[in-house]
């Protein structure tokens, strides 16, 4: 993959970082994920994100970068990881807030994906594509590492329609499956609020609509 350098050229070089003890090799690795985060969220543009610009966020030659990641998206890779670990963060918080009953843990989770996705527009955009994910085979990534990627949010989702079910509030057939296109749904509807000036309806109204119907949940529970 070709690398793209859009930093301004007239950037103020930044102090030179103090090299790390021996053994402190993984925070040099967690500062360079910090620096690629930073570049991402100042320019709200992934062409910022090379191996020179994230070199000099943070103060070392870019060879410095390779034994902790091979290329640029390895260092993407790494950065929408942490974003989607924070994700789950988020869900798992918003379902204990919502106490023991299973629709209601349900509700909270999917209305907490949608906060996200709006409170953070330029993180999800990043997190589910955008002009970083590469094509296989044109850089160090792995189909598997990035299939996988928001696996635990959406065993969140499949556990708590599961629970439903369970609890006799869902007649949901294949609880994993109603899950995916539950995901899928809210993920639409979080892109068209997001692209949209004028969203064509009550956004909650619209939200309850979505999950009430694709995770079946009976009306008189």
Not at 84 to 93: D, I, T
């Given at each position: 993959m070709r690398e793209i350098d859009v930093t301004p050229q007239?950037?103020?070089k930044r102090a030179a970082r103090v090299r790390n003890r021996r053994g402190e090799g993984g925070r040099l690795r967690e500062d360079i994920v910090d620096a690629a985060a930073a570049l991402l969220d100042e320019t709200g543009d992934e062409?910022?994100?090379t191996l020179r610009s994230v070199a000099r966020r943070v103060g070392i030659a870019a060879p410095s970068i390779y034994p902790h990641f091979p290329?640029?998206?390895?260092i993407m890779l790494a950065v929408v990881r942490r974003e989607?670990?924070?994700?789950?963060?988020?869900?798992?918080?918003a379902a204990r807030e919502a106490g023991d009953g299973p629709r209601a843990r349900l509700y909270a989770l999917c209305r907490a994906y949608l906060a996200?996705?709006?409170d953070h527009p330029g993180r999800y955009r990043t997190m589910f594509g955008g002009l970083w994910m590469p094509t296989l085979g044109d850089s160090s990534l792995t189909e598997e590492e990035l299939t996988t990627l928001g696996d635990g949010a959406l065993?969140?989702?499949g556990?708590?329609?599961a629970d439903c079910v369970a609890a006799?509030?869902?007649s949901a057939a294949d609880p994993q499956l109603d899950a995916v296109t539950l995901w899928v749904c809210l993920h639409g509807l979080a892109h068209q609020v997001a692209a949209t000036r004028v969203f064509p309806g009550p956004e909650k109204s619209v939200a309850d609509a979505i999950i009430t119907r694709v995770a079946r949940l009976n009306d008189d529970v």
């Open positions: 007239d950037t103020p062409r910022s994100i290329d640029q998206p390895a989607f670990a924070a994700l789950e963060a988020h869900l798992r918080a996200y996705a709006q065993r969140l989702l556990d708590a329609l006799g509030q869902s």
